[in-house]
């Protein structure tokens, strides 16, 4: 797979915010925000701001950041989504820009142990936008 510059970068144009997404989490190196594709409601991509094709190329401190952040918004979304069951996937196909799925799952999702690629559900922007703030809303209410 080629290297890529940040400048042709997909997830580097949303910490530009010039790719608008459904954002859940945002401090001043990471970023956590709706997948545009769901695997299932409240899919999510937690990314370093800085570029890095993989997560394994990240400094192994800023490594450990991003998974806490990680553990900070899957809590946020076993709550909003009533369920324990939140599968972690570092993925790193689709967009060459270091990133963790974090895809709620459910009993019935129709899934298999890990999601189906083909599986996408349409989620109507306003749901989106719905999703979004309940999760944000449950992150703001954790301690820090
Ligand atoms: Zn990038």
Same mark, same amino acid.
């Given at each position: 797979? =080629?290297?890529?510059?940040?400048?042709?970068? @997909?997830?580097?144009?949303? /910490?530009?915010? !010039? +790719?608008?997404?459904?954002? @859940?989490?945002?401090?001043?190196?990471?970023?956590?925000?709706?997948? %545009?594709?769901?695997? +299932?409601?409240?899919?999510?991509? @937690?990314?370093?701001?800085?570029?890095?094709?993989?997560?394994? &190329?990240?400094?192994?401190? +800023?490594?450990?950041?991003?998974?806490? %952040?990680? #553990?900070?918004?899957? %809590? !946020?979304?076993?709550? /909003?989504? &009533?369920?324990?069951?939140?599968? !972690?996937?570092?993925?790193?196909?689709? /967009? =060459?820009?270091?990133?963790?799925?974090? @895809? =709620?799952?459910?009993?019935?999702?129709?899934?298999?142990?890990?999601?189906?690629?083909?599986?996408?559900?349409?989620?109507?922007? #306003? $749901?989106?936008? &719905?999703?979004?703030? %309940?999760?944000?809303? $449950?992150?703001?209410?954790?301690? #820090?």
């Amino acid at each position: 797979m =080629p290297l890529i510059s940040s400048d042709d970068c @997909v997830f580097c144009d949303i /910490v530009r915010g !010039a +790719n608008p997404h459904e954002i @859940v989490y945002e401090d001043a190196e990471f970023l956590g925000f709706l997948d %545009k594709y769901p695997l +299932n409601p409240g899919h999510t991509q @937690v990314i370093p701001k800085s570029h890095y094709r993989w997560v394994w &190329d990240m400094e192994s401190a +800023n490594l450990g950041f991003l998974f806490m %952040k990680a #553990q900070r918004i899957t %809590k !946020a979304l076993q709550a /909003v989504f &009533d369920t324990e069951w939140i599968i !972690a996937d570092t993925g790193g196909i689709g /967009v =060459p820009h270091a990133h963790v799925h974090l @895809v =709620p799952r459910f009993e019935d999702d129709g899934h298999g142990e890990l999601p189906d690629p083909k599986i996408l559900r349409e989620i109507p922007d #306003q $749901e989106m936008e &719905d999703i979004a703030r %309940k999760i944000r809303a $449950e992150i703001e209410r954790m301690p #820090q």
